[in-house]
DNA sequence: CTTGTCGAATTGTTCAACGATTCTTATGTT
DNA sequence: AACATAAGAATCGTTGAACAATTCGACAAG
């Protein structure tokens, strides 16, 4: 990250937040593990920028509650306890209910797309693609409230439930079930049934935290030694 | 800021969150107006902290929207939109009316208290009370969800919203009508009428969003010079 | 086995410096 | 006088080094 200095600057936005980039996307590969500490000298030699700035880009990621931030400790990736996904589930509740509910004359087209992608992903067993198609769609979902915080909110509740997905063995077969969903779904809002979509739409989110649960208990079972 | 470093720490948290709590109240109490450009070097000096933990802070209060950062021109505290105001108030209604509607057995304490802090600062002319205790109401409901992120959202959006009311010649006038209406809503809600409460929430925010709306108008087309 | 202490490693914060960008102002041309 | 341009000042962006403060692990003492 030395040549900008000698060129002219390509960049328009600040170092801090290129970095922040560059560490919310190994977060969400999993490059670097819930609970894993973040040590300051080695990504600062590794990406060849300077520890302050590095800092910089480590409190842009705590507020977006990707890392945490013990004091004299280091930050660390964010662990969510089964407590989050309730949480995160609660609020997606809420904000994606309204945006079915509301939804009367919006703009399908993105939710269309994503169902699509899903399938033709699911289709050549691109489990990867299968999550980040489920993920856009529920986004797009959000995106027909026409609200520029909404949209924010919903993003950074997406990036919380990567770091869940993670816990599984298998992240990719966790979406497969919701395509036909998401599908059926989309049909539901472009027919107008509106209240059918929204009572549709939140017996899948209960499906989908159960299941997520399930998965978390299991998990932290077997990590205390559950014979 | 410079006595920690003699005796022990008694501080929990980093000097850059303290900082940030200092600017944030000066933020609310319009110690720096909206749009005005905050100097790394003059608050820097004034609390006598470095850049470096200076714009730690900078970054922080940038994220809960209350500055915004330009490249290479700094920082200034944000000034909103007639469509901030709109995105504000569409979020408010999904949020806080969702909680509304849930409310069935949660605890009313809170919300009941704040009402009652508004009537007696309402009755003393303690506007600038009347208005801390109206936003209280709101956080409260929306506590009624008893979902952390949610609250967290919402302290944000209020925070937000307190930057609007200072385009206003009298901020704590604006408030006092609301106060009868706060009351009126947590008998709603205590009795268990949670459409009513609903319906009725509303159609206040519809108001209140509009009141808002003229004040700004009428102080944007002043600003640019109405004979 | 618990407790206390020492030292290494890491974070928290500051400082000084320099390149890069923006803003200001003076200058010169038409 | 108006406008474009260029030098200069001010400020931000980033770095690297330095030191204080805290945590962690090892080891000795009780």
């Known amino acids: 990250m030395r040549e900008q200095t000698t060129g002219p600057h390509l960049l328009r ?12 996307d190994r977060i969400a ?3 670097y593990e819930p609970g894993e500490r973040l040590s300051e000298e080695a990504i600062g030699a590794e990406l060849e920028i300077s520890r302050n700035t590095l800092r910089e880009a480590f409190r842009l990621l705590g507020h977006e509650r990707l890392l945490v931030h013990k004091l004299n400790r280091g930050v660390f990736v964010r662990v ?23 939804s009367a004359g919006g703009d399908m087209a993105a939710c269309r797309e994503a169902v699509e992608d899903g399938e033709r992903a699911a289709a050549d067993d ?8 489920n993920l856009r ?4 979902l959000v995106a027909l409230h026409g609200s520029s915080r909404l949209d924010e909110l919903m993003g950074q509740l997406l990036a919380e439930l990567r770091l869940v997905f993670h816990v599984m063995e298998n992240p990719g077969a966790f979406h497969a ?7 059926l779904l989309t049909g539901l809002l472009e027919e107008g049934r509106l209240a059918e979509a929204e009572q549709y739409l939140s017996k899948y989110l209960d499906d989908a935290e159960a299941l997520l649960q399930a998965a978390f208990d299991s998990s932290s079972s077997a990590r205390l030694g559950g014979a």
């Open 80 to 102: 969510l306890s089964a407590s989050d996904v309730k949480d995160l589930y609660l609020v997606r509740r809420v904000i994606e209910c309204a945006a079915v509910r509301n």
């Open 29 to 31: 590969q999993a490059v």
């Open 177 to 183: 079930p919701f395509v036909a969903r998401n599908r």
């Open 13 to 24: 936005t600040s170092t801090a937040e290129l970095v922040a980039g560059v560490l919310r």
């Open 126 to 133: 691109r489990w990867r693609d299968v999550g980040t198609a």
């Open 137 to 140: 769609f529920h986004q797009a």
